[in-house]
């Protein structure tokens, strides 16, 4: 579990990284991150970003993190009300999660999620849950 950890930290990082540098050209600011690892979610670990711009609209990362892959959601929303959302898996093809670097992850999906759905909409407020009121009151509302 401690390497699994350590990946997911290392993992973490990166994509920060490149969502920091991403959201630099799109206007998106972050304004939360969480690791959410101890609650569960998924095998090896999982956290979320939330990102948001001056006009009130929020975007949701959320990465999920197994042993043989990751799923990583988007989700655009302004209050509590989706608006948009996609989802991307990825599995590794390396033996071991020791051995996981970037050139050993391959996308096997990528698709948007349509925020008018029963499931879709259940799945954001599931993960929606995890960021504080106050964070949400100040950046999105």
Known sequence: MNVAKGLLVSVLCLNSGLLAAQSHHS????????????????????????FAQPQRRCRMDVDFYGETGQDKYQYEFTRDRLTAGSHQEYR??????????????????????????????????????????????????
Do not use: H, M
């Open 27 to 50: 206007q998106w600011k972050k304004v939360y991150e969480r690791d959410l690892t101890d609650f569960e979610l998924s095998p090896e670990g999982s956290g979320l970003v939330l």
């Open 92 to 141: 590794y093809t390396a033996a071991s999660l020791s051995e996981v670097t970037k050139d050993k992850i391959k996308l096997v999906r990528n698709e948007k999620l349509n925020p008018a759905s029963g499931a879709v909409k259940k799945e954001f407020r599931d993960i929606y849950q995890y960021v504080p009121n106050k964070v949400l009151k100040k950046y999105c509302f």
